[in-house]
């Protein structure tokens, strides 16, 4: 009873938040989306992450194993993402995107903080710039047919965790007043991300749905069977162990469907990924949540 109360207590803020998202669109209310994701992720995210790190008391040696786990992880997923989607004979540029990234950080930065309070949000901000620099560079290239690793580096969220690694593994800190603004700034980042979940979700227009949650079946047993094999070979500590876990096994990223637009994939494809996968979430977080809390 304590398990499922403890569950319930990390995974309905998350839930709620972004049903705010869902039914201020299906009201009719306006949401400019892009320049609140803009902002989020230009100004917010990046203040968040750097400060989370210089916060952190977490040893140094600690986060670079959980980085070494994190790409080893999504090296994995991407073989074998990439195996199917040949095997099932599925377009490469619309599928194999969404299949390798989950919403890491819409979804997966505020579960690890319910979850684990400041110290899981540290290791979760660790993935996440992993994640980050695949996604910029070999993501866009399957999407698109093109990417970069400096087009990866200039990403203030990438540049703020270098930044705030530095700044950890230094035992580097800012004057009061430069990290109380960061921090402040910072705060509006897991609402806003959770609401702007919700709001995309609402103006998705999926297509094969059928299709789309067989394969995010597919998706969340893979990812869940491969993060738990490799937390489990580098050793990693219960909390790290259990954010790799909440990572890597995270729904199909809404970025994947923008990208999939931008660049003339079938974003209505991606889109039912989205929807599918999101929706599902539902039932299996809480479900890994019992398992590794």
Known sequence: MNVILTVLEIVAPVFFLASIGFIWVKLGYTYPIEFVTKMAMTLSVPALIFTALVKAEIDPAALTNLSMAA???????????????KILKLETRTYLNPLIFGNVGNLGLP?????????????????????????????????????????????????????GSIFLWQ????????????ELLGQIAIPIMLITLGVA???????????????????????TGIAVAVGHQFNLLSIPYAVLILQITTPVAVTSYLLAEKYGAKADDVAGLVVASTVLSIFYIPLLLAFVV
Do not use: D, H
């Open 71 to 85: 790409i080893v992880a999504y090296g994995c997923v991407t073989l074998i993402m990439y195996a199917a989607v």
């Open 171 to 182: 035992g580097w800190t800012l004057p009061t007043f430069a990290m109380n603004t960061l």
């Open 111 to 163: 579960l690890a903080y319910f979850a684990f309070g400041q110290e899981g949000l540290s290791y979760a901000i660790v993935v996440f710039a992993v994640m980050a620099i695949w996604s910029f560079t070999f993501g866009v290239y399957v999407t698109a047919g093109g990417g970069s690793i400096v087009k990866a580096i200039k990403e203030p969220l990438v540049g703020a965790t270098i930044l």
């Open 201 to 223: 979700v609402a103006r998705l227009a999926p297509k094969g749905l059928a299709r789309a949650v067989i394969l995010s079946l597919f998706k969340a047993v893979i990812c």
